[in-house]
């Protein structure tokens, strides 16, 4: 394991997994006649934003690109399963070998890794710029 990922690859792998479980199951949502106009439009903007270009961090940056875009898309599975038919969508969480704690424990997951990296890359960069200014400062030699 990584000193900066707060998990196990064994979790990240499974998350990745199930992730074509989750693409399933936003298909099959899209497809409810009962889901209301307000649900489809929440994993409509979940699945747009995994789809487009355009992100608040842009897929390539490496590893966080990726989460950001599966963060999206579980926070809003999150939102309209809440809001749906509790016994429906157990039934489709079951088809798809999904459970609405898994939904949840994958969103930790993400938001964590999300927060160690932005951390530990935050930290890099303070070095990084910390020893380039001690070095400009370095060669600036005060007026006499």
């Not at 990240?12 to 889901?35: D, G, N, Q, V, W």
């Not at 704690?101 to 951390?119: P, R």
Request: with cysteine; hydrophobic share 45%; aromatic share 4%.
């Amino acid at each position: 394991m990584s000193k900066t990922l707060p998990a196990h690859r064994s979790e990240y792998t499974a998350l990745i997994k199930r992730f074509p479980a989750y693409a399933r199951l936003s298909k099959h949502l899209l497809t409810e006649a009962r889901l209301s106009t307000k649900q489809k439009v929440i994993l409509g903007a979940g699945l747009g934003y995994l789809a487009s270009p355009i992100d608040l961090i842009p897929g390539i940056i490496p590893v966080l690109g990726q989460l950001d875009d599966i963060l999206v898309l579980l926070l809003c599975l999150r939102q309209v399963i809440r809001e749906y038919d509790e016994e429906k969508i157990d039934q489709m969480l079951a088809a798809q070998d999904l459970s609405r704690e898994q939904i949840d424990e994958d969103i930790v997951l993400v938001k964590e890794t999300m927060k160690a990296i932005a951390k530990k890359t935050a930290s890099v960069v303070w070095r990084g710029l910390s020893r380039a200014g001690k070095g400009v400062l370095g060669k600036i030699r005060p007026n006499p």
